[in-house]
């Protein structure tokens, strides 16, 4: 006869609200989670579209994405003559806040030169950039379609084209220009930048003519360590191959989201280990004249451990399950990518075990202390 | 009858609470001999030890000195002689509260049948003895409800058939009938005074009651710890 389970069906209403409660909390958990690997993801993510083995940055820089980076555009021609390199692109990247209607829409600028590399991968809907003027292909998830508009500092885009799987590593999604229009982007929004560059003596012409990064892709039997160090060896320049930018954009840009997050998802599985101890703990005082009559009428420990044991782990493992329907129901609809990995899950719910084995000491504490007496007493 | 060894034997017992300034002697060197069959009352006024001795047999409160017998088994001599007291009380004693103390969460019949589970019975054997208690004690149609439904006098019948699933030697019930009328509580008694003769059991009461005070064999009073034969 399971005690525990006739002791929460005769409490069931108690019972399944602290489920609930507990489902909240540890779908949030499982929420850090998710939007944690979805930004791993999403940071990813462009660099794979990028399709590049080489990135080439500023000399003493770990751009494009964690720093801000600037070499010349003749760099690519520079890469382009390299032996073993196949593909070149000159790339600029920049984060701008625009508006759609009413809506405010963050979008990540993407500015290439369009048949060379750094394009969008795949088009869903519309075309490429011809290489007129003011075109833009957008990720899907900005919502915009091919024949919209949208403008752009002091110019109105025409939307050619979607693509997929283009957002940054912030999770904004990607609008590509050409470069000449995203370079005219950038210093159309930046005035500052345009005035110190003037101060020393730089013209504004020469200053454009700088892109964040050149990407090159290699034949199949060159080696990427070999051409980055070579490459590391001229003046201005610093290389890195796809691991390595991954290895950054996964570790300087998260770095900081993933203390926050793992900061908020410790908080939490304490909060969750509080009350889970509390309303076992509460649970227990509530059958302290049970549990001495149990004794009394010779049940070992063993018994009354399970008794509480056993319902800390109920409501900590239905708390986690309804958390993970939760929140795989509304993942989608989640303003952030949300990815759900089963050994996460897995994960989560050990620790749940191991919170409830800890949360339901303090019950089982109090209940091994009860004196047998105390059933006697009227 | 007199000359079958006593199921419970005490020689000498004293229990006392604290020390010094704060000593309380609940009981001194109290002696007493209980054999089958036997029902006897416990009596005295309020703080004169009843319930102390009672928990002692009950082997919940350890005496301070003295020698404690169950069934001949020497069970304390100034220590405890089993290290498993809840094991002894499942076989040998079944105690009756004045409370009836049914688990809330247990129907009728699982309230019987988890000390029968702890016993060692299986399911299906467990549930056909507690329901032959309940129809034994004729509460046997409330097999299915909550002790929150029952009657007092049903729930303390269903307490009685739990105190006797596992059919024990020794009976032990603090104030049974006390929330019982003068009918009820002449019922429960007889019932008492079956469960000794049909189970070769002693039965110990601790009452105030003086309408059952005539359905007793023999009447101990305590008057500040020492013990006085009444009967
Ligand atoms: N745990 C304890 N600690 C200290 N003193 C106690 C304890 N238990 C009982 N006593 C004292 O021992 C004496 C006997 O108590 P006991 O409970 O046996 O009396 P009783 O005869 O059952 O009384 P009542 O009729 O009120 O139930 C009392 O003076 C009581 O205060
Ligand atoms: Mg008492």
Known sequence: MNLAYRDVRHNLGRFIITCIGLSLLLGVVLAMIGIYRGMIADALELVDTMDAQIWVVEKGTRGPFAEASRIPLDTREAIARIHGVTRTGAVTFQSIQTQTGSAKLRLYVIGYEPGELGGPRRIISGHGLTGRNFEAVVDRRTRLDPGDHIQLGRNNFTIVGTTDNAVSSGGEPAIYLSLDDAQRLQFDLSPSAIRKERARGITTSASTNTVSAVIAQISPNASDKHIVSMIQRWKHLSAMTRHQQGLILTQSVIEKARKQIGMFTGILILVSAVIIALIIHTMTMDKIKEIATLKLIGAPDRVIINLIVQQSLAMGLIGFALGGVLISNIKDIFPKRLILQPLDGLSLAGIVVIICLLASLYGVFTALRVDPAKALAG | ?231
């Not at chain 2, 006392?16 to 036997?38: K, M, W, Y």
């Not at chain 2, 017998?69 to 002894?88: A, F, N, P």
Request: with cysteine; glycine share 8%; aromatic share 6%.
């Open chain 2, 1 to 231: 009858m007199q000359q079958q060894t006593p199921l419970i034997s005490i020689q000498n017992l004293s229990k006392h609470f604290g020390e010094g300034e704060t000593r309380v002697d609940a009981l001194r060197e109290v002696s007493l001999d209980i054999f089958p069959e036997q029902v006897i009352g416990l009596l005295g006024p309020s703080g004169s030890g009843k319930s102390t001795l009672l928990n002692i047999i009950g082997c919940i409160l350890e005496p301070s000195s003295g020698i404690l017998q169950l069934e001949g088994e020497t069970v304390y001599d100034g220590r405890w002689l089993r290290s498993d007291l809840r094991r002894l009380r499942l076989e040998k004693i079944g105690f009756i509260f004045q409370a009836h103390n049914l688990m809330p969460f247990l129907t009728a019949l699982e309230n019987i049948a988890v000390v029968l589970h702890l016993a060692g019975y299986n399911t299906a054997a467990a549930n056909k003895r507690a329901q032959e208690l309940l129809d034994y004690l004729e509460v046997g149609n409330r097999a299915n409800s909550y002790p929150s439904s029952l009657s007092g006098g049903e729930a303390q019948r269903i307490a009685i058939a739990r105190a006797l699933a596992n059919k024990p030697k020794i009976v032990l019930a603090d104030e049974p009938t006390a929330a019982l009328d003068s009918e009820r509580a002449g019922i429960v008694m007889d019932l008492l005074r079956k469960v000794a003769i049909d189970q070769q059991a002693a039965i110990v009461v601790v009452t105030h009651d003086e309408k059952i005070y005539d359905r007793l064999d023999h009447i101990f009073q305590l008057r500040d710890g020492k013990l006085h034969d009444q009967s």
